[in-house]
């Protein structure tokens, strides 16, 4: 599961070098400005729903596992009490 924070994480920076990017080359005459805000916009929006979905999943495998732990630490607890 680390791995997949991992990856969130990589995703994040690199959804942030592409924005920072674009907001550089507004600089540069040759662009239209109105152009690269939409593209910036676009790439927010991108972003914005990979994070919903990605995140999503893991909360989904975060409950599970939290559950299944749970579960075994009381079958821990009560096997330590003497079966109560």
Excluded: H, P, W
């Excluded at 920072?20 to 152009?35: G, Q």
């Excluded at 991108?46 to 732990?69: C, F, K, P």
């Amino acid at each position: 599961m680390l791995k997949a924070y991992e990856e969130l994480y990589r995703m994040n920076t690199a959804y942030e070098q592409v924005i920072s990017s674009i907001s550089a080359l507004r600089k540069e005459r040759a662009f239209n400005r109105t152009e690269l805000a939409c593209l910036a916009d676009q790439a927010r929006e991108a972003r914005a729903s990979a994070n919903a979905y990605l995140t999503e999943v893991l909360q989904q495998a975060e409950l599970a596992e939290a559950g299944r732990l749970f579960k075994r630490r009381v079958r821990r607890e009560r096997k330590q009490n003497g079966g109560l």
